[in-house]
């Protein structure tokens, strides 16, 4: 079974340029979440899906950051315009909920942005 | 503001030793925890969880050890191999389904000298 597959892995831009990132889950699930995660630090929660609905983007810098999941499928996460700081990798998962509890998140190898 | 915490930063253990990863944890409405196994260049794999039900919970070479009293979360490694290396997280969970809503620690790198 594939993964979680992510593209491009790795984007180096100038500031101010936008980029965007794009993920496809695991077949059949239905909750994606888009992560930030700096160098040396774990990955903090930037928005998550439940199919084509976007149920929690309290982390979300929604002033440049922006994301969609038309079908409930593939989602693209984009950035316009990018700041220095935004220097990171930007992580996919998805899972699914399973009958009794399992909601178990499988991740993407990330893309890792280097903004100059 | 509550977090998940780690102790150390870095561990190295010989190999065939038996590795042990700590984690602290302030939110008592916490009821779900997973040890996250992350390689070089990859994103974080699934280890191993325990709900706050538990005290104890055992894999294949893996255990995690949940003291509640003390807010703390530990991984036992037992005859740690060099495929083991990697940066280690324990993340927690306050939701009411297991595997939403996830808050990372910061992570421990673990180094297994041949």
């Known amino acids: 079974e594939a993964g979680v597959v992510q593209s491009p892995r790795y984007k180096i831009i100038e500031k101010k340029q936008p980029v965007a990132f794009w993920c496809n889950p695991i077949?059949?699930?239905?909750?994606l979440y888009w992560y930030l995660q700096n160098l040396g630090q774990g990955p903090e929660l930037l928005i998550r899906?439940?199919?084509?609905?976007?149920?929690?983007d309290s982390q979300l810098p929604k002033d440049r950051f922006s994301a969609e999941r038309l079908k409930g499928v593939d989602s693209t996460l984009k950035i316009q315009p990018a700041e220095l700081g935004d220097s990171a990798v930007y992580l996919c998962?998805?899972?699914?909920?399973?009958?009794?509890?399992?909601?178990?998140?499988?991740f993407g190898p990330g893309t890792r942005l280097t903004v100059l | 503001g509550e977090s998940v915490g780690l102790h150390l930063p870095t561990l190295s253990v010989q190999e065939g030793d038996n590795s042990i990863i700590n984690c602290a944890y302030s939110n008592s409405a916490s009821d779900y925890f997973i040890w996250y196994k992350q390689e070089s260049g990859k994103g974080p794999q699934f280890i191993i969880d325990?709900?706050?039900?538990?005290d104890k919970r055992q894999g294949q070479r893996v255990t995690v050890l949940l003291n509640k009293t003390v807010k703390h979360l530990s991984l036992q490694i037992a005859a740690t191999q060099p495929g083991d290396s990697a940066v280690y997280f324990c993340a927690e969970n306050m939701g009411n389904n297991a595997g939403n809503m996830l808050t990372f620690g910061g992570g421990t790198r673990l180094m297994v000298k041949p």
């Open positions: 998962a998805s899972s699914s909920l399973l009958a009794g509890g399992s909601n178990e998140q499988f």
């Open positions: 325990i709900r706050s039900n538990m």
């Open positions: 899906y439940e199919n084509e609905e976007a149920v929690d």
């Open positions: 077949s059949g699930h239905n909750t």
